[in-house]
Structure formats: structure tokens, C-alpha cells
DNA sequence: CATTGACCTAAAGTTAACTTTAGGTCATAT
DNA sequence: ATATGACCTAAAGTTAACTTTAGGTCAATG
């Protein structure tokens, strides 16, 4: 993503996101953008602190976060620097979490690259009759 | 998770799993579930399939597919040999989707880990005046 | 000068994934 | 024999995260 300008219209944010404009306007109306400016006209500018702060949003979704905690968190940076050692200690969390998250989904790769195995051999057999039915998808889980 | 029986009761699975036993219903009620029997009295009793299904409907709700998807795989395996194809190509999918969400929360995993470093410091300096405010997020990701 | 396109608001509607409620069956423990 | 706990169904309710609708402003274009 290359931003050459120094602000833009809610359609080019939507666009740089691949995000609906209605998207953009409902995460402004629930305050997920703070210090998000109109101008004169009533139309939303962004600038680049505002594509900051929907970039993060997309980052906080992206890791399972309901959008509540994402605005409490866009709070406290406003409320300043009384807040920061409770950002800390969400990054802190954020961190054990995300990297908990990582552990999962290679597991799942596993079940998934296992899977593929056994449909590729079931197909060229014609029949998954003959691959193996009696391992439980547990069993291959827990060999990570 | 160690299975010692060969059936357990709905209570007993949703301990497993950290489910709800309604869950668990509405799960069996959409489908998810094929093949879940009922004893003379109307109780569920979920055998070592079943508890594959429900671990693998876990795997699938972890990589975000939504219950309609999971559904219809689980239709899939019942209908055998014939959806072979489509079950591979399923997992191949998957496999490449379930790889980008990786590469994606380690990027993220990365911007929390800036995130921590930079509230670490704003705390020892007392203040977020300090500590760099003029590198976007954006530029962080990027820096993956 | 009218129409098109990008924006706006306020409010209602939608969907997925559950959860809750209300009422009922059974086996077991007191 | 009654009360407790684990199960059942059917139906209604809830919540999050959007989306859609209806009606309106404003600048540029043919």
C-alpha cells in the first residue's frame, strides 16, 4: 500500500482496505477512528493517523478482537498517557495470544496437509475404502 | 485429550471441547454432526466418528469457515466416493487460505511485538511524547 | 440546467452463531 | 416416594457486525 497523499476520501479508504463505505462510516459512528475530521462540506477526510487507525483495526479483527475492545482501545490513546501501561499489558496479552493462535493453525495445517494426503491417495484408489479409516483425526492432531 | 471410552454422552463432549451442550445440539440439529445417534431413550451418544467431526468442525471454525461451509463438507463425506474431488480440492484450498492466515499473524504478531517495545519505552520516559509518533503502523508492517 | 457520482444521515433490516426459556422424560440417590 | 441431575424438544430471544433503504447535499460534466 502506497500513500502519497496526505489525506483521503472515506471511497479511496474503503478501496485501500477492501472495505465497504458503509463499513467505514458504522466503524466511525461506533468511534473505532477518533480524531476522524469532516470538512466543511460534512464529508469525512482521512488522514494519516485515520488509515493508521483503521490499518490497526483490520490488524485487532484480524486476530479475533470484537470490535468493542478494539474502540476501548482507541480510547485509551486518546485518554493519553494515564492509559499506557493498560495498553501495555493489552499488547502484553495480545502477544501471548497471537502467537498461541500461530501454534494452532500450524497444528491445523498438519490436518490439513494429512487430508490432502488422503484424498490424493483415495482418489487414485478410486475409493477411500482402502486409506486408513481407523486413525482418528485426534490421533493425527496430537503427533504435532 | 485422551479417549479411553468408545461413546460419550453429550455432557462428557462438551467438557472435551469446551463447548456448551446446546451448542452441541444446535450443532447436531444443522448437521454438522452425521451420524450422531440416539440411544431408546432419545439421548445422544456420540461415538469415536462423531467426536472426529466435532473436533474436526473446531479445526474449521478456528481457519474462519463459516457452519454452512462445514456443513456441506460434512454432507460430502456422507455421499462417499463420489465427492472425492471436491473434498480434495476443499483441502487444497484450505491449505493455501489456512498458509496466508500464518504469514498474515506473524506480520501482526510483529506490529504487536513494535507495539510492546514502544509502550515499554513511553513508560520508562513517563510520557508517548518521546517515543516516535511519525513512522505509521503502516510502515511497521511493512518492514515484515 | 439537468443529471451523474461521490458523499451524507438516520433508521430499519439482515445474518450467523449461538443462548435462553419452558416444559417434559428418566435413572439414581436420600 | 420425592428430589436431583443429566438429558430431551421446540421455539423464541440475543448479539455482533454489518448492509440496506430512503431521502438529501454538492460539485462537476454534457
Redesign the interface.
Known sequence: ?E?TKDSYSIGEVAKLFNLSVPTLRYYDQEGLIPGLKKDSTGKRIFN?QN??AV??IE?LK??KMPLKDIKRFMKWNME??ST??K??TL??N??KQ??E??K???I??K???Y??RY??Q??ED????YVSQNK???NE??KS
Chains 1, 2 share one sequence.
Open positions: 500500500m500513500l494519516l488509515i493508521d490499518q490497526m490488524c484480524e486476530v493519553g498517557d499506557l501501561d495498553r501495555l499488547f502484553n495480545l502477544d497471537v502467537s493462535q500461530i494452532q493453525l500450524s491445523i495445517l490436518v490439513i496437509n487430508k490432502q484424498y490424493q483415495a482418489i478410486g475409493t477411500e475404502k482418528t483425526l485426534l492432531i496430537m
